[in-house]
C-alpha cells in the first residue's frame, strides 16, 4: 500500500505561484508512476501532470509552460509548481501513485485562486 499525504493548497491571486506537496509513505523509486489530478465542481477529475519511476513527465495541455512537476527521492516527495495561475486552475488537487496494479490517492488539497 501506499499512502499519500498532499500539502500546499491555498489562495493565491491570478498570476501568483503555489506549490504543492505529496508525501509517499515508501521509497517513491518503488512506485509506478506518480501524478497530480484536479477537479472543479461540477467537472470530473483529470490528469495535471505526471512522473514516471523513469522521470518521464507529462502534462495537460492547459498547464504546459506553467507548471512543473518534479520529486525529491530523499523525501518520498513529488511536488507540483504552479505559476501564472488562472482562476480555471482553481479545483480540489489529487496526488496519485500507481504501485503495482493498483492506484492511490491522497485527500486532496484545495487550490483557490482569486483577487
Known amino acids: 500500500q501506499v499512502q499519500l499525504v498532499e500539502s500546499g493548497g491555498g489562495l493565491v491571486q491570478p498570476g501568483g505561484p503555489l506549490r504543492l506537496s505529496c508525501v509517499a509513505s515508501r521509497n517513491i523509486f518503488s512506485i509506478n508512476a506518480m501524478g497530480w489530478y484536479r477537479q472543479a465542481p461540477g467537472k470530473q477529475r483529470e490528469l495535471v501532470a505526471g512522473i514516471t519511476r523513469a522521470a518521464s513527465t507529462d502534462y495537460a495541455d492547459s498547464v504546459k509552460g506553467r507548471f512543473t512537476i518534479s520529486r525529491d527521492a530523499a523525501k518520498n516527495t513529488v511536488y507540483l509548481q504552479m505559476n501564472s495561475l488562472k482562476p480555471e486552475d482553481m479545483a480540489v488537487y489529487y496526488c496519485?501513485?500507481?504501485?503495482?496494479?493498483?492506484?492511490?490517492w491522497g485527500q486532496g488539497t484545495q487550490v483557490t485562486v482569486s483577487s
Open positions: 496519485n501513485a500507481i504501485y503495482g496494479e493498483d492506484s492511490y
